[in-house]
């Protein structure tokens, strides 16, 4: 008999439905040591709630985290609320005994994700933080390849997040335009542990950061037929420096609301003398593999579906956003189970206090038009 993990939500807006929806179709993973349940939602919105009692394993509903926690049927808790909202109910989380698979970009600043980091320690449970692009198949083929030392003396590297849709002045303000529930690192905290978990994995911390921050609308609809002020960064990109393979080596880390024609686009691109690679979710079948011999190539293979954590899904279909999202909850429970093995892992706390780290330094950089030392 497999062991089931009740899982809790508190936050039932866009990511807590898209959890949910992984959760659902748990069944389509091979042979996974870990069965999941859907047990509790706690949202604000009465009308989100009513939207999870479609699901038959929930059985409790409240707008009361501090309910949801005290439940003896919930062993995991994910959190998926606005970034002020972070530090106290992850917190609230490690306190009542839950394991915890925390949002990015896990508390609003340095300093509450350095207490977040140091309170999972303290309390022993398994905690890690939400990054799922790097469970796609095209970017575990760029994994493995940066990892097995053919790609000659590093040249440079790429990691980019896009979004398009903030284009559009008319497009109403939420919380995630304003400093005080998103933070001061704005676009940074939005799209920045997209970029920077892969890199971190690979072990290239930048030692150097110049950062560009720009803030183009400081203003939008608020929806209720006024204007709201908008605080926080648009656009950020951040030159850094990376030892690889004993080299310095410039990193180019690019998190952008307002990217003209990208909707949701997550890119990799790594070179050196001898190889490259490239992966985009624009084109999310395609790899790009340079080659250097008499003659210089770059190869493109059409990917399938050869994901982490095997499923009933044919080979050769094409994978998505609900996809990868379900295999990074799949690595989250295999993890916690002591199953991972060699696959690829959820953001550690250590890791999303350093992306942190970095991205204060980034706006120290911005602040005095100079490249600033994380940490
Ligand atoms: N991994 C990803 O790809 C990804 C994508 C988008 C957002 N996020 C992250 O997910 C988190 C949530 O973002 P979102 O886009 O889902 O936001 P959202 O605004 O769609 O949802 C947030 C939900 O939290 C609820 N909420 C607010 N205060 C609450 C409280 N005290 N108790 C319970 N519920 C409360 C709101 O009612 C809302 O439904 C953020 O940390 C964000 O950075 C991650």
Redesign the pocket.
Known sequence: MKPTLRIGI???????REAASAFARWFVLNNFPVQVELVAV????PT?LDWFRQIPTVKLLT?D?HQLLASPEVDVVYV????N??EA?YLDVLAAGKDLLA???FGIDLAAARRIRDAAAKSGRFVRC???FPFLPGVQRVIEWAQSGTMGQPLEVRSCFWHSSDLDPTKPA??KRQVRTCGAIGVM??LGM?VVHVPFRLGWFPSRVYAQLQKIYHERPDGKGGTAPCDTWDNAMLHTEVNIQGIETPMRLEMKRLAPGATNSWSIEILGTDGGMRYSTAEPKTLWKFDRSKEQWWSRTDLGFQTPFPTITGGIFEPGFPDCFLQMWAAFAAERQGALGNRFGCVTPDEAVRSHELFEAALASHAQRTAVIPG
């Open positions: 508190i936050g039932g807006g866009l990511m807590g706690c949202d604000l919105q989100l707008p985290h998926a609320v606005p970034h909202l972070h109910i949002e990015k970009p939400s990054s799922e939420n919380w905290g939005d997209h």
